[in-house]
């Protein structure tokens, strides 16, 4: 159980061109997903919380006009980034947890979206 | 949420057992301790998490010293499909609580 669904896994895009990623809780119900950014040999960097119903919260530097986040039901998160650009190029994961196994339960991760932008 | 040390890197041999630590000496009641893996190229996965008591499931078993300043993880029999990234990560159970990835110990199995 308690699986997360990314799609897509790759995606290569122009400059200036926009890049929609979805990412699903296919056997739960999330009210919060996160979204990650990670850089080759870095470790994952949170970028914002995924809130259903509401806006999401970016973390500190995270441009929130261009990374555009919408949580639109209990199971469905969409990351977009906009305009993107070749410094946008990155290892992008989605996590949720399931809302209704108690505050303790674990994060549970997305296979990740390898964006690369040309 | 408390920061946790890991050394960068180990080595275990196929089949023996490999003893990861972490210390997490500011560690306040109310967190858990969750450990993620990365293998390369994919998303983390769920290992094990726990309190203060030690805990076992099918992946592994949790190791928490009594005073909760450190914790180590055990893969009883390492396989070459076990080399990956260890997080060792401490959080309080809240529902928007997030998950800090620090930088984990990169742990390679060999023959």
């Known amino acids: 159980g308690a699986v997360v669904s990314q799609h897509p896994s790759r995606v290569i895009c122009k400059s200036g061109t926009s890049v929609k990623i979805e990412c699903r809780s296919l056997d739960f119900q999330a009210t919060t997903m996160f979204w990650y950014r990670q850089f080759p040999k870095q470790s994952l960097m949170l970028m914002a919380t995924?809130?259903?119903?509401?806006?999401?919260?970016?973390e500190q530097g995270v441009e929130k006009d261009k990374f555009l986040i919408n949580h639109a039901s209990l199971t469905l998160s969409t990351l977009t980034v906009t305009s993107a650009h070749p410094e946008d190029s990155s290892f992008y994961i989605c996590s949720a947890r399931a809302s209704a196994q108690g505050n303790n339960s674990p994060l549970h991760f997305g296979n990740g979206t390898r964006l690369t932008v040309t | 949420d408390a920061k946790t040390t890991q050394p960068p890197s180990m080595d275990c041999a196929e089949g023996r057992a490999a003893n990861l630590p972490c210390n997490h000496s500011?560690?306040?009641?109310?967190?858990?301790v969750y450990w993620y893996r990365q293998i390369h190229s994919q998303g983390p996965q769920y290992i094990i998490h726990g309190l203060k008591n030690n805990e076992t499931n099918e992946m592994a078993s949790l190791i928490i010293t009594e005073d909760r300043k450190s914790s180590t993880l055990i893969l009883p029999h390492a396989t070459l499909r076990d080399t990956a990234v260890y997080y060792c990560?401490?959080?309080?159970?809240?529902?928007?609580?997030?998950?800090?990835f620090g930088t984990g110990t990169r742990l390679q199995v060999t023959l």
């Open positions: 990560i401490v959080r309080v159970a809240d529902t928007a609580s997030k998950l800090t």
């Open positions: 500011t560690i306040s009641g109310n967190e858990y």
């Open positions: 995924s809130n259903e119903g509401s806006k999401a919260t970016y």
